[in-house]
Antibody, heavy 124, light 108 residues
Framework: QVQLQESGPGLVKPSQTLSLTCKVSGGSISSDGYYWSWIRQQPGKGLEWIAYIYHSGRASYNPSLKSRVDISVDTSKNQFSLNVSSVTAADTAVYYC????????????????WGQGTMVSVSS | EVVLTQSPGTLSVSPGERATLACRASHSISNNFLAWYQQIPGQPPRLLIYGASSRATGIPDRFSGSGSGTDFTLTVSRLEAEDFAVYYCQQYGSSPYTFGQGTKLEIK
């Protein structure tokens, strides 16, 4: 069974770059038909999709964050990563990685497997 | 961007009864690509429904989804203790994917 595990710094200073990694276990990140996303949840608020990536490197971003976000994949390590630059307090959130199952058209964009999430606080 | 508005914000229902949660979209959702998730505090969301009405793997049949275009509903019949949580709708018919603000289902 595929599992996802986020890792990251926990605390980042304003204006710095936040770097997160999601390790995929129980399956290959290079399997056809699966895209890999980052989603965040600010304290007491809803969910916000940030970006997705395919094992080929093809990526898509939420326009609201696109200028500050970079998503990448490392198939040799079976993981994908997220960098968010110039962070502010508004970037304080639980960051989740999730699998977007595209084996069937009707599930393309629905997230069927999630990591447990990692809390990131932006503070000096 | 498609904005999703969920109602009500909080719903109080007794165990064993039925709960009906609504999700309205600002624009028609392409192919009815609408999903529902359940989130228990401290846990990640869990996919319940995709394609507006198809249950995800392992989801009990007391959860059902319906709707099309801009108006969608999640119904939870015969509420059990573990069903009291926050529920989110999400559209994936167009980019960027967007979520509703959530409905908290609480015990009456």
């Amino acid at each position: 069974q595929v599992q996802l595990q986020e890792s990251g710094p926990g605390l980042v200073k304003p204006s710095q770059t936040l770097s997160l990694t999601c390790k995929v276990s129980g399956g290959s990140i290079s399997s056809d038909g699966y895209y890999w996303s980052w989603i965040r949840q600010q304290p007491g608020k809803g969910l916000e999709w940030i970006a997705y990536i395919y094992h080929s490197g093809r990526a898509s971003y939420n326009p609201s964050l696109k200028s500050r976000v970079d998503i990448s994949v490392d198939t040799s390590k079976n993981q994908f990563s997220l960098n968010v630059s110039s962070v502010t307090a508004a970037d304080t959130a639980v960051y989740y990685c999730a699998r977007d199952n595209r084996l069937a058209p009707v599930t393309r964009g629905a997230f069927d497997i999630w990591g447990q999430g990692t809390m990131v606080s932006v503070s000096s | 961007e498609v904005v999703l508005t969920q109602s009500p914000g909080t719903l109080s229902v007794s165990p064993g009864e039925r709960a009906t949660l609504a999700c309205r979209a600002s624009h028609s959702i392409s192919n009815n690509f609408l999903a529902w998730y359940q989130q228990i505090p401290g846990q990640p969301p869990r996919l319940l429904i995709y394609g507006a009405s198809s249950r995800a793997t392992g989801i009990p049949d007391r959860f059902s989804g319906s709707g099309s275009g801009t108006d969608f509903t999640l119904t939870v019949s015969r509420l059990e203790a573990e069903d009291f949580a926050v529920y989110y709708c999400q559209q994936y018919g167009s980019s960027p994917y967007t979520f509703g603000q959530g409905t908290k289902l609480e015990i009456k």
